[in-house]
């Protein structure tokens, strides 16, 4: 179909406009601009690779046993090689488990936050969106969940679920969902009201139609600097559910159950808890940086006010 | 006043009936409650009577009205693991619980509330970048790990402190100081921004240009008005506290809620931990309702809404 011509422009006009600049262009160049972006997306990188080619670059092996080499301290070698994080009580290689537990925060954190953003956000949508009595209903049972703490909800759930890290991704998913449909609900009563949205009725748009094309676009962002922190948030609690022993089970490599094996021997080889600690402080760091850049880039209010 | 009273009232009962349908529903998730509860060793005819006896052979909605119409009064059941009222074990170790949030608290608020004002006054100073950092880690850090490593300085290599129960006083201090710091590092923040704010606003300057001193202006003016979104944050962070609470208490075997929680599902004593989820609930509602009655004390625009 041909289309109007009402908008077109001389080519000297179009030469006096600042370059276009795709997308990425823009994402990158004000990425790199902030030193708090450039710290979080190194170190965020820096972990994903690591879960993607782990087994490729790892020392030892992270679950074979070497008797000979239980509780040395970092620094240890022998004909195996270095072991230079120490070995914990079956004599594993630290670094090499640290490396593999990368893969499930990084699986965990990612897939639970999909599942609980996709349905936070919808519930949120909807709720705003229909207002009145569905609303009030709706925001009650939020407000329900919210009153009991998510990490004892999470633990309560597992006990009863059973642990494993399929049933722990999931048990994360549909838990973690009350924020966002909090947050995403009091964004579209804002924009419920918003003058394009008038506009988009007064065109004759129906209302699913206004929901998913004028208000959804318009209230993402929001949910997405809040999907980075929950990142940190899963990754957290996916590490405290396996210390507790609620979570992933041996022999699954997860920060977490390092640090329960860790806490057992605490008495004589503090490398065993000190380092995956570490291996979790570092990761949140990074999403968190990551997730603080993302909410300047988003919003630029916030910049100000802070 | 009155009318605050009566909506909060109603408001709270609607979400404590919101969280018993939760409770209840919760324990049946697998399906059939008893597949939680029987020890793998009962054959079929000791899981019917076990059925029965929790009257979990009844319809589904005339267990739920059962089991509200006692929980309405406070009974959960008994603890099939101590063989006493499921309410009654519960809040044997509410008092611990209470003792460790409230130092916690206390703690948290000592280091934060400085912390903050004085990075905001001296904005983008040493001390400023230092704490804003200290703050970055003190969040990202997994409170338990941040524990763990205390037992290893305090009890393990210096041998002062107890790493473990509530026999001695001193006991308190590292699982109080391990949640104290992660609260302090998520209130230090926003004590800053919040105090930021408020410096910049025209009553501020106005006390300034009246000659007032610098003291006076941050102690009366400034922080007064700072303080209200710190309460609200304060008020978020204590279910921060109570969740982290359970793993805290956990590494310590400090006797309390969360490490009731714990030791509950470990066990399968579900009847405790439904009345420990109840209580968690009820606590956090009811601490945020105080924390709205502080509100308008500090802040009489609040008093007409």
Redesign the interface.
């Given at each position: 179909m041909e289309t109007m011509e009402v908008g077109k422009v001389s080519p000297e006009y179009v030469s006096t406009l600042p370059p276009q600049r795709s997308l990425f262009t823009r994402v990158t160049a004000a990425l790199f601009r902030s030193p708090i972006g450039v710290a979080g997306t190194a170190i965020v990188g820096f972990v994903l690779l690591l879960a993607l080619i782990g087994p490729q670059i790892s020392p030892h092996e992270a679950v074979g046993h070497n008797l000979r080499a239980r509780f040395q301290p970092p620094g240890y070698s022998d004909s195996a090689g270095a072991y230079v994080l120490g070995t914990d009580q079956l004599g594993r290689d630290i670094l090499s488990r640290i490396i593999a537990g990368s893969r499930v925060s990084v699986l965990v954190g990612i897939v639970s936050v999909l599942i609980a953003g996709t349905i936070g956000v919808t519930y949120g949508l909807v709720s705003g969106f229909l207002g009145g009595y569905v609303d009030t209903v709706l925001m009650r049972i939020v407000d329900a969940l919210l009153s009991i703490p998510f990490i004892v909800l999470v633990v309560a759930i597992s006990g009863v679920v059973g642990a494993g890290l399929g049933t722990l991704i999931l048990i994360l998913g549909c838990t973690g969902w009350v924020t966002y449909a909090r947050v995403i609900r009091g964004e579209v009563l804002k924009v419920r009201e918003m003058e394009y949205v008038v506009a988009a009725y007064a065109v004759g748009q129906n209302r699913p139609m206004v929901m998913l094309r004028h208000i959804l676009p318009n209230v993402i962002s929001s949910a997405i600097v809040l999907a980075a922190v929950q990142v940190a948030v899963t990754i957290l609690a996916e590490s405290s559910l396996s210390f507790l022993g609620l979570g992933v089970k041996t022999p699954t490599v997860t920060w977490g159950l390092m640090l329960a094996d860790g806490k057992a021997y605490i008495n004589s080889a503090w490398w065993m808890t000190f380092y995956p600690g570490i291996a979790i402080t570092v990761t949140v760091l990074g999403v968190v940086f990551l997730g603080d850049w993302l909410r300047d880039f988003l919003d630029p209010n916030i910049r100000a006010r802070a | 006043m009155r009318e605050f009273i009566v909506t909060r009232i109603f408001?709270l009962v609607?979400?404590?009936f919101?969280?018993s349908l939760?409770v209840f529903l919760?324990?049946r998730?697998?399906g059939d409650p008893i597949s939680?509860m029987a020890p793998p060793i009962f054959n079929q005819e000791q899981i019917e009577a076990l059925r029965a006896a929790w009257g979990f052979d009844k319809p589904v909605l005339e267990q739920y009205a059962i089991f509200l119409r006692k929980a309405v009064t406070g009974d959960f059941g008994i603890s099939f693991f101590q063989r006493l009222p499921a309410m009654e074990v519960v809040i044997a170790r509410l008092g611990n619980s209470w003792l460790l949030a409230a130092v916690a608290s206390l703690i948290g608020l000592t280091i934060a509330l400085p912390l903050g004002i004085l990075s905001a006054l001296k904005r983008n100073s040493l001390l400023d970048f230092a704490s804003t950092a200290l703050a970055?880690?003190g969040?990202?850090?997994?409170s338990?790990?941040l524990g763990?490593?205390l037992?290893?300085v305090f009890s393990?290599y210096l041998r002062i402190l107890p790493?473990f129960g509530a026999l001695e006083p001193k006991a308190i201090i590292m699982p109080s100081l391990t949640l104290g710091v992660g609260m302090a590092a998520r209130l230090s923040r926003l004590t800053r921004?919040a105090m930021?704010?408020v410096l910049n606003q025209d009553y501020v300057r106005t006390a300034r240009s009246k000659g007032l001193q610098g003291k006076h202006v941050v102690l009366r003016h400034a922080l007064r008005n700072a303080l209200i979104p710190v309460v609200t944050v304060f008020g978020l962070q204590l279910?921060?506290l109570?969740?982290?609470s359970?793993?805290v208490e956990?590494?310590f075997a400090w006797p309390g809620l969360?490490r009731l929680?714990?030791e509950s599902?470990?066990v399968?004593d579900?009847t405790v931990?439904q009345a420990?989820?109840f209580w968690?609930?009820l606590s956090?509602?009811l601490i945020n309702y105080a924390l709205d009655a502080f509100y308008m004390l500090i802040d009489p625009r609040i008093r007409i809404g």
């Open positions: - | 408001q609607v979400t404590m919101i969280v939760l919760m324990v998730l697998r939680i970055s880690l969040t990202a850090m997994p338990f790990w763990l490593m037992i290893i393990v790493s921004s930021l704010e279910g921060w109570l969740g982290g359970v793993v956990s590494v969360g929680m714990v599902i470990n399968r579900i931990v420990g989820l968690f609930s956090f509602i």
